[in-house]
Each structure stands twice: as structure tokens, then as C-alpha cells.
């Protein structure tokens, strides 16, 4: 078996744990889908995701029950069995090993933890050997819608790398699961970001890039170790928003709307470019609603 061959299967074995989540899973189920023997397909899986099949069923229904407790009013058990664990006891071990607090406590307060989103193994792969994006290479945008959005004062709950300027440089300094801690944020205003900070909220020694998300001037929760919580003042922010995609295409979607911004002239709209007035930001590229990136400008007096 050749590496391609050993991530599409992982691949397949992750979107059969994803669309049986809430039924009991077996090893030779998995091994089916991944068309393999349940040895080999344990070993490989364990070999690319770092984490055996059942650690990796368990601490992905874990996080499924921890959003329903952020967000729903719920028995602990009736969460604990919905998520296939057969008793409260089992859950509360399993609950207080992965993210350090009992279910019970966490349902009260809610403070950010840090949830197992994984990335599905086939398509980081594909995406980290297309290649580097050149502009002069990439074909235009058919349609890039723009509007004007007006940001509030807010914080921001953040975690700065070293010396990233994108995000690839980002995960190979604080690696790549800081969104699964920002989407655990209950008091979130808005979706997490990729941010490209102004100078004057950059640290000395820390990066231009960083990842973060928006929540309300009064946000008073737990701030975990090694994220920073900053102020940002009111702004206003031109979006550019590109057609949908197919998710394998974001590298390429993300450089035509690069290509298309630096060609753009906002005093069309009436505004200037304002770099320091706030973070440019990006939303997780997402196929189905275009790739999506904001800059902050000002009104042209």
C-alpha cells in the first residue's frame, strides 16, 4: 500500500465513524470501509490520525456532547447516552480525562476547552501538495460579491504564534487545533478567524497571523493558557466573497480572491483602505458559501 492508498482509506474510515457517531462502531466495520483487513486498518489509521480508532470515536462523541451541554438544557445521562456510553460513571471518567472537568461542571459554566474537530486526512494531503498559489496562474472569479459590515467594540480571544504570516506558517508554530478550542467558546459574537493583526496589536515577538474569535465587551470566562483576550474597537470592514466551490479547489479559490482584492479599488464604495483600524480577517474556507475575507476601510470624508 503506497501513502495515497493509506490516507483514502483513513479518509473512508473517518466518514464512516462521522455518519455512524451515534451507533455502536466495530472494528470490522471500519475495516470494510476502508477495505482492508482490521489489523492493517487499525494500525494505518492509528499510524495517520496519532490516535487508535476508538480513542478517536470516543473523543469525537465526547465533543459532541460537550456542544450539546454548552448549548442545551440536558440530564447528563440522557447526553451520555446519546453519544453511546452506557452509564454516567463512564462518562464523567471519560468527560473529565478529555477536557479536565466533569460534565456536570462544565454544563454550569461553560468555559472554553478544547474540543477534537479533526481534519479529514485525504483532503489535508490533497490541499498541502497542490502546490504554491501564483496569482498570474489562476483563472478570475466569475462573480466576487462586496458589501460593508459594521464590527462593534468587542474582544477578541486569540492565540499569537511566532513569526506566522499565513496559516500554513501558523500550524507548524502552535499547530492546527486552536479552532477546535475557539469553537467551544460559548459567548462567541460571531464564527472563529484567521486574522492578520495590525502593527499595533502585534506583541514583540509574535506573529502578523493569528486565530481568534469575537466575543462581547462584558466576556468574563476563563481565559486558557496562552491565548490573550484584546479589545478591538468599532470599524468598519469591506468582504469579499467569492462563488462556491468544490472544497478540494480552496487554495486555488483563496488566491483569485487575493488577486481580485488587490486589484480592487474601494473608493467605488466610497471608502479608503484603514490597515490599522482593525484585523483583516478570513472565515474558514468553506466550498458551499465561497471563500470569504474582509479588510477594514474608512468613509472618504
Known amino acids: 500500500m503506497n501513502q495515497v492508498e493509506g490516507i483514502r482509506a483513513v479518509q473512508r474510515m473517518q466518514d464512516y465513524i462521522e455518519d455512524h457517531i451515534s451507533e455502536e462502531i466495530t472494528l470490522k466495520q471500519l475495516a470494510n470501509a476502508a477495505g482492508y483487513s482490521p489489523w492493517h486498518s487499525g494500525r494505518i489509521f492509528k499510524e495517520i490520525t496519532g490516535r487508535t480508532p476508538f480513542d478517536y470515536i470516543r473523543a469525537l462523541r465526547l465533543t459532541g456532547a460537550a456542544l450539546v451541554l454548552r448549548d442545551e438544557e440536558r440530564k447528563v445521562i440522557d447526553v451520555a447516552l446519546d453519544f453511546v456510553f452506557d452509564s454516567h460513571e463512564g462518562f464523567t471518567r471519560a468527560f473529565a480525562k478529555e477536557f479536565g472537568l466533569p460534565p456536570k461542571r462544565y454544563s454550569q459554566n461553560t468555559p472554553p476547552i478544547q474540543l477534537f474537530m479533526p481534519e479529514k486526512v485525504f483532503d489535508t494531503f490533497r490541499a498541502l501538495h497542490k502546490g504554491g498559489m501564483t496569482m498570474s496562474e489562476k483563472k478570475t472569479t466569475k462573480t466576487v460579491f462586496v458589501q460593508i459590515i459594521e464590527r462593534p467594540s468587542r474582544k477578541v480571544l486569540l492565540k499569537r504564534g511566532i ?47 493569528v486565530q481568534g474569535v469575537e466575543v462581547p465587551l462584558a466576556y468574563n470566562n476563563a481565559v486558557p493558557d496562552g491565548y490573550d483576550l484584546i479589545e478591538l474597537p468599532p470599524c468598519q470592514m469591506m468582504v469579499f466573497q467569492g462563488e462556491p466551490y468544490n472544497d478540494d479547489d480552496f487554495m486555488d479559490e483563496i488566491g483569485e480572491i487575493w488577486q481580485h482584492i488587490e486589484k480592487f479599488d474601494p473608493k467605488i464604495y466610497g471608502f479608503n483602505w484603514e490597515p490599522e483600524a482593525a484585523p483583516r480577517f478570513q472565515l474558514a474556507p468553506m466550498g458551499y458559501r465561497g471563500y470569504i475575507e474582509a479588510r477594514p476601510v474608512v468613509a472618504v470624508n
Do not use: H, N
Open 163 to 209: 513569526k506566522a504570516r499565513d496559516y500554513f506558517g501558523y500550524c507548524e508554530e502552535v499547530g492546527c487545533d486552536v479552532w477546535s478550542m475557539l469553537s467551544s467558546v460559548k459567548e462567541a459574537i460571531y464564527e472563529p478567524i484567521g486574522m492578520w493583526l495590525p502593527e499595533s496589536l502585534i506583541k514583540d515577538g509574535t506573529s502578523q497571523y
